[in-house]
């Protein structure tokens, strides 16, 4: 699952929200490979120049009583900002912004949503 919000008013998506479970295909990727989400970001941008990790950067963020663990990764890219973390329901979650910061008070808006939400009626 992974959300596309258009910031820019109609100019292309400034952020990317991807939350991958456990055993997912697209969590598999090598070291300097970018993560999906990069990836998708890249193509809705129209932007086909090659993009790759060049360093991470693990960073704790205080979510109410609980610690989370933000890994920030550094991209050949510089417009682009990264991070990732694991919920407590082993969901791997990436945020892939365009030309903007991400911002520590994000991380709190994505809780986990529950199953209901994605049953078909």
């Known amino acids: ?3 596309r919000y258009d910031l820019f008013g109609g100019r292309g998506p400034a952020m990317i929200i991807g939350n991958l479970p ?3 295909p697209a969590r598999e990727v ?3 490979e970018i993560p999906f989400e ?4 890249l193509l809705a941008l129209e932007n086909d120049e090659e993009v790759t990790v060049t360093g991470t950067e693990d960073i704790p963020v205080m979510q109410g009583d609980g610690l989370l663990i933000v890994r920030r ?3 050949s890219e510089t417009r682009i900002s990264c991070v990732q973390f694991d919920r407590d329901d082993n969901v791997l979650v990436t945020i892939a912004a365009w030309d903007r910061p991400i ?3 994000l991380y ?4 986990p949503l529950p199953p209901e939400l ?3 009626g």
């Open 73 to 75: 990764l550094k991209l």
């Open 38 to 41: 990069v990836a998708q970001l």
């Open 22 to 24: 456990e055993g997912s």
């Open 118 to 120: 994605f049953q078909q």
């Open 30 to 32: 090598a070291e300097d």
């Open 103 to 105: 911002t520590d008070d």
């Open 1 to 3: 699952v992974f959300l």
């Open 108 to 111: 709190a808006l994505l809780k």
